[in-house]
């Protein structure tokens, strides 16, 4: 290039910088990304780790000032940004007996696993979802919910949430001003209450929809403001566990073991619009083959140990355990015990496919790559 051209490209560099244009011959590089990029970072927290600072939490901050007391899982390649994975945000909550967290709204979508405690519930539309160890409660975009513990042990869960989906639309919106099921006083409750009337009856969520294959004809499909995620909003870890172990000498997936998708059982559809949770058993010794897809995951291991290889780096994992799995990371997991291990996972899959932009691909047993688009 001659000086004279060269002089005109910066001019012509400076007079579009002062227009807010930017060349697209230098801003090539960073937008035709052959891949995704690789800033998710696998990582483990360990039990015993946050189980103390958690307790300590407990401790120091009264649950007044907190409203919800978590502790954020903060992915080391984010930044320091409160994500578990720039799709996913996932936390442990802790309760001490007799807590509340008063009744809020907002446009996220909300699960808790339930790792620890009896007693503690959480009131979703009306409906009290008691918890037990590893159940999902599902609190769909825009439904109010409030929590409490109602035993006499700590309660803990992991909270996951699409937040960082929602935030990067600009769509986050938190409501705090839930005024009763009739805003008149006729509902016997001051305006702008902490807690929200229950409405439905025990265990609503189970009777109605929770059993598979069949869905009551007067059950209404649709429940929340939005409707578009699961009227189911408890499944219990007990019939979860069952319906794994009932499959314990099938095959399974050559890269999940049995594995199984918690569904929407009015339409199939995963339970949330943008996340996607499934449950897997691993048999003892399993060891599955590698694949990767274009999704991020978050794991809680809930019983058993072993390990998930991730990129070549063994990420271990034992009971109460989370690890974050990048997108389009080969990995594989193994189980090193003579016991069945169970993991539960959350995904943005359900987002990625609404795109049509989820894909995989898979080593084979004969060590060759197929690519699977769905
Ligand atoms: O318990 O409703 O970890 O609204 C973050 C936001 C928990 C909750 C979190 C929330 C909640
Ligand atoms: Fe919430």
């Given at each position: 290039m001659t000086v004279k051209t060269l002089d005109k490209r910066e001019a012509l560099h400076q007079e579009a910088k002062s227009l807010h244009l930017l060349e697209f011959w230098k801003e090539r590089a960073d937008i035709e990304l052959v891949e995704p990029r690789d800033i998710v970072e696998p990582h483990c927290w360990k039990w015993r780790d946050v189980e103390p600072r958690l307790r300590a939490a407990a401790d120091i901050v009264p649950i007044e000032e907190c409203e919800r007391r978590a502790l954020l899982f903060c992915n080391?390649?984010?930044?320091?940004?409160?994500?578990?994975?720039?799709t996913l945000f996932a936390a442990f909550s802790l309760y001490n007996p007799g807590e509340q967290a008063p009744v809020h709204r907002h446009t996220p979508s909300a699960s808790r696993f339930i790792v620890e405690g009896s007693g503690g519930y959480t009131v979703v539309e009306g409906e009290k979802c008691v918890m037990h160890r590893g159940d999902l409660i599902i609190t769909p975009a825009g439904t109010w919910h409030d929590h409490g513990n109602e035993g006499d042990e700590q309660l803990i869960w992991m909270d996951v949430l699409d937040v960082p989906i929602i935030e990067s639309l600009n769509v986050t919106h938190f409501e705090f001003d839930y005024q009763g099921s009739s805003s008149d006083a006729s509902s016997g409750h001051p305006m702008g209450t902490a807690y929200q009337d229950v409405s439905l009856p025990p265990d609503h969520s189970q009777r109605l929809y929770g059993t598979g294959g069949l869905m009551p004809l007067f059950a209404p499909e649709k429940r929340g403001?939005?409707?578009?995620?699961?009227?189911?909003?408890v499944y219990r870890w007990e019939k979860t566990r069952a319906a794994l172990e009932r499959l314990a000498d099938y095959q399974g997936s050559p890269y999940d073991g049995v594995i199984m998708e918690y569904v929407n059982?009015?339409?199939?559809?995963?339970?949330?619009p943008a996340m996607s949770f499934r449950s897997q058993m691993l048999r003892p010794g399993e060891q599955t083959l590698s694949h990767r897809h274009m999704s991020n995951a978050v794991y809680f291991c809930l019983e058993g140990s072993g390990y998930t290889e991730i990129d070549g780096t063994r990420v271990e994992w034992g009971r109460n355990d989370v690890f974050a799995l990048p997108t389009w990371k080969w990995h594989r997991h193994v189980n090193t015990t003579n016991e069945n291990a169970f993991l539960y996972s959350v995904t943005d899959e359900a987002a990625i496919r609404k795109l049509g932009l989820f894909r995989e691909e898979r080593k084979t047993e004969s060590g060759d790559i197929e690519l699977v688009i769905y």
């Open positions: 080391p390649g984010l930044g320091g940004k409160p994500y578990v994975t720039n403001a939005i409707g578009h995620h699961s009227p189911m909003f059982p009015a339409t199939g559809q995963s339970v949330m």
